[in-house]
């Protein structure tokens, strides 16, 4: 037997396998190799395939005649040659088998950890996206230039409308959002501060209320609207409010703002 035909083939281990969906586990965003590298393995896989092959075919011509000798006449001495040969091919056979199962288990395996680390990153993004809704219930409001340019686009055709605005006076969150909310109007649509006498309040109320006079003119009641559909916009709470009419209260086309606690 030739020697040319004996090959060493180089062996996987648990250990390359484990490095390797490691590495790829480690890669941020990524949970399965490209698609290219998967073709780009089946085909080497195939090509040595066929490489094996032509191995075996190669064997199987060159001692050919030994088969038939071995055959016809069957003695150690003759058939010595034969038996390694066959010996051979069935041990690249078996090679052959042998690591098309494995290149099987080892492709099982990297799905597996692609699958997990994709579940993986999934659970991560909706504990992070969880954790972002948490940390906007319990943050302060506050407004955006985003914000503060859409809402006053809403109800700047209402410029020289008078508000005033009252806050929780022991809420720092109340009376800052309340300041922002007012230097909006102010600054951006126009609107004009005309604070009362009055403009403090006590707990009870949440988000913003926007109260007008029942009997204000068309305008006022328009401008109102406008600004509840705007904060609401924004998913800044707001509710529009009738004040009661009678007595001290009498008709005028003022709108005032209640911003209470956020929850």
């Known amino acids: 037997m030739s020697p040319r035909f004996w090959r060493k083939r180089p062996r996987r281990s648990d250990s390359s396998i484990a490095s ?7 890669i941020a965003g990524e949970s399965a190799p490209p698609a290219s590298l998967d073709r780009k393995a089946a085909r080497n896989s195939r090509l040595e395939m ?9 064997i199987v011509a060159e001692d050919w005649d030994e088969f038939l000798k071995f055959a016809h006449n069957p003695n150690w001495t003759d058939g010595r040659i034969a038996v390694g040969g066959v010996a051979v091919v069935v041990g ?5 088998w042998f690591s098309s199962r494995a290149s099987s288990a ?9 699958l997990r680390v994709a579940e993986l990153n999934l659970k991560a993004e909706q504990e992070r996206l969880a954790r972002v809704k948490l940390e906007q219930k319990f943050a302060d409001r506050t407004l955006s230039e985003e914000q503060a340019l859409a809402i006053a686009s809403k109800v700047r ?3 020289g409308q008078e508000f005033s605005v009252t806050a929780y006076w022991d809420n720092p969150e109340s009376r800052g959002f ?4 007012a230097a909006l109007l102010v600054e951006f649509a126009g609107w004009i501060f005309a604070q009362g006498p009055s403009g403090q309040m006590f707990g009870g109320k949440i988000g913003v209320q926007v109260w007008s006079h029942p009997d204000a003119d ?6 109102a609207a406008a600004l509840v559909s705007a904060l609401n916009d924004e998913m800044l709470d707001a509710v529009p409010r009738a004040q009661n009419p009678g007595g001290t209260n009498v008709k005028h086309n003022k709108i005032g703002l209640t911003v209470g606690s956020k929850y």
């Open 92 to 96: 690249i056979i078996l090679e052959i």
């Open 106 to 114: 080892e492709r099982e395996i990297r799905d597996w950890y692609a």
């Open 157 to 159: 055709e209402f410029a």
């Open 178 to 181: 309340a300041n922002e909310l």
């Open 218 to 223: 068309p305008p006022t009641k328009m401008a």
């Open 50 to 58: 066929i490489a094996a092959l032509s191995v075996v075919a190669g």
């Open 20 to 26: 390797s969906t490691a590495d790829n586990s480690a």
